[in-house]
């Protein structure tokens, strides 16, 4: 007997409590990537960025760029975020286009400003970074799509730059209205990330870094244009190295049409965090918020506007 929509939501919820309340090691890991920064597209950022599965808008393209060519909403996504610890502002401005029905292409550019990092007996170092990405998604089955990213981040503090390149080649798996699933592996060269919260910093990696994430996404009524309830759970795996994991799940309830209440989870070797906002819909314009108080990973607040073309 086939498992009806309703049935798979219970169970991947399921799925996602235990692991979310099973005994993960909590230890105080602030880090602001520039390869993975925090949330472009506040939705995601909300849901815990447990998005390697769920297509939402164009900034589902640094969670999996296959899911370009299934997106629930195409147009132009600006998002500024706070990063609480450095004072950072950072704004973000993506848009994507299809061609037919089999190819899509994604464009988003970042920058980064009027950060501070306080290194403990100095002074405080200024601290700003840029960066573009491009991508592209190829449907070559109408419910299978894979899509590839490339792009580069240059962090500049004091005196001194540092780039970065990264990149990540994604499937995305679309089955049926409601249920789709998402694996992701990534790799960045010269990565390099921040740290301000007992002691700041700024670290460089000069391994080739890389990841891989598994992810599904169930929404319910599933043929909905607005489901009531969506969601979304992936596992991500980091190595070489000190290898880390990290389960991220994400909910998101909408108790009237316009409004959406979301609530995401990152459960992992260094962190157990919680993520909340909402969204709000006005035709074709959307407005999330997104926030991330703990202080288990490096705190943010954030506004994102998607305009539907």
């Known amino acids: 007997m086939s498992m009806t929509t309703g049935r798979r939501i219970a169970v991947l919820a399921a799925a996602g409590l235990q692991l979310l309340f099973s005994g993960a090691t909590h230890a105080q890991a602030p880090f602001f990537y520039t390869v993975r920064p925090q949330g ?3 939705r995601a950022a909300a849901l815990a960025e447990a998005s390697s599965a769920d297509g939402s ?3 589902g393209m640094y969670w999996n760029p296959g899911c370009l060519v ?9 998002s500024h975020v706070m990063d609480v610890s450095t004072r950072a502002q950072v704004e973000h401005l993506a848009g994507s286009v299809r061609f037919a029905h089999a190819f899509a ?13 306080e290194l403990e007996n100095g002074p405080e170092v200024p ?10 998604a190829y449907a070559f089955a109408p ?17 001194e730059s540092r780039t970065t390149g990264w990149g990540q080649i994604g499937l995305f798996y679309f ?3 409601g249920v789709s699933y998402g694996f992701v592996y990534r790799a960045a060269r010269g990565y390099t990330y921040w740290h301000a919260n007992q002691q700041s910093g700024v670290e460089r990696e000069t391994d080739l870094l890389q990841n891989i994430e598994i992810g599904a996404t169930m929404s319910y009524p599933a043929r909905a244009e607005d489901p009531i309830v969506t969601l979304s759970l992936t596992t991500e795996k980091s190595f070489p190295g000190v290898s880390l994991f990290s389960t991220k799940g994400g909910l998101e309830l909408l108790p009237v ?7 995401g989870f990152k459960v992992g070797t260094l962190e157990r965090v919680a993520r909340y906002g909402f969204g709000l819909k006005f035709g074709r314009v959307h407005i999330d918020f997104a926030a991330g108080p703990s202080r288990a990973e490096s705190r943010f607040t954030g506004v994102s506007l998607m305009v539907n073309l």
Request: no cysteine; aromatic share 10%.
């Open 57 to 59: 808008d164009v900034s």
């Open 40 to 42: 472009y597209g506040m």
């Open 127 to 136: 601290l700003e970074g840029h960066g573009v990405d491009l991508a592209g």
């Open 257 to 263: 049409r316009f409004l959406a209440v979301r609530v």
């Open 105 to 117: 292409l994604g464009v988003s550019g970042v920058y980064s400003h009027e950060g501070r990092l």
């Open 143 to 159: 419910t299978l799509s894979l899509g590839v990213l490339a792009g580069f981040r240059k962090l500049t503090f004091d005196a």
């Open 175 to 177: 089955p049926s209205q």
């Open 70 to 78: 299934f997106l629930k909403n195409e147009g132009v996504l600006v």
